[in-house]
């Protein structure tokens, strides 16, 4: 056994269902448009260490380095055409992740909202929970399927269906700060934010659809770094000082 494989035995997760949201911004690496494959690849290898674990991984990925409905590419369509198109986005970037998870060894599965049988499986609630069940890895694509819906309702929708015991945020930041910390260096990073509170001071974690959606049904929020190696794995076995907790009430601190 290497000593990678020693060191992922020895791991205990704390979640059994986990519910991946990535952007597609953060599939584009250092370029300005598309995919970077080797950011795809990375992916797949920080989720093959927690699926070794036993940890059942759906994913919802979104479509931004591509085509987003809100965006100023869109120019002044009509807002479901071009919410559409975000759509069709997130669908090639889920066939990107589903090829890079299958080179890494994992069994996956793209289901996608909209009907495109050529490419992917429909969205089945039931279908998406036995794949689970069998230990592969589940990629929902195609937002909700709804235009004037984010891919964060989408990732709330979806981890609420198949009942997932927490959606991890991936961000290119820590976790959830005070402000925008590219844009202020003294931004103070939260280690727990309610669910009020990210709704109350406008704070940037998903869309308040969504962050409704999870208070309504008190479903965790992890917000972390993906660019950071091995944070999927600190996430899922709770190892502390990693990312941000949104929940419905902090912890009561011990402190004297």
């Known amino acids: ?9 020895t791991r205990v997760p704390v979640y059994r269902r986990i519910l991946l949201k990535l952007s597609g911004e953060a599939l584009m690496g250092a370029q300005n448009y598309g995919v970077d494959v080797e950011v795809a690849r990375a992916v797949a290898r920080d989720v093959k260490s927690v699926h070794a674990l036993g940890v059942e991984v759906a994913i919802v990925v979104g479509g931004g380095n591509i085509f987003r409905g809100v965006s100023e590419s869109a120019g002044d369509m009509d807002r479901a055409a071009a919410d559409y198109i975000g759509m ?10 589903q090829d890079a998870m299958e080179k890494a060894g ?6 996608s909202a909209l009907n495109i049988p050529e490419v992917a499986e429909p969205f089945i609630r039931r279908r998406a929970v036995r794949h689970l069940e069998k230990q592969r890895v589940v990629i929902f694509a195609a937002g909700t399927g709804n235009p004037y819906f984010t891919t964060d309702s989408a990732a709330a929708l979806r981890a609420l269906e198949i009942r997932a015991d927490v959606i991890m945020k991936a961000t290119k930041v820590e976790g959830v ?3 925008d910390p590219v844009k202020n260096p003294q931004a103070k990073l939260f280690e727990c934010v309610t669910y009020q509170e990210v709704l109350e001071k406008h704070l940037q974690v998903m869309d308040a659809s969504a962050i409704s959606l999870c208070m309504e049904n ?3 929020i992890v917000v972390f770094n993906m660019r950071t190696p091995g944070n999927i ?6 190892e502390p000082g990693v990312g941000t907790r949104v929940c419905m009430e902090k912890p009561v601190s011990r402190e004297p």
């Open 1 to 9: 056994m290497t000593a990678e494989a020693q060191t992922t035995a």
């Open 88 to 97: 069709l986005a997130t669908i090639m970037n889920a066939v990107v992740l």
């Open 106 to 111: 994992m069994h996956t599965r793209v289901l």
């Open 177 to 179: 700060y005070d402000s």
């Open 218 to 220: 008190r479903l965790p």
């Open 233 to 238: 794995m600190r996430v899922v076995t709770g």
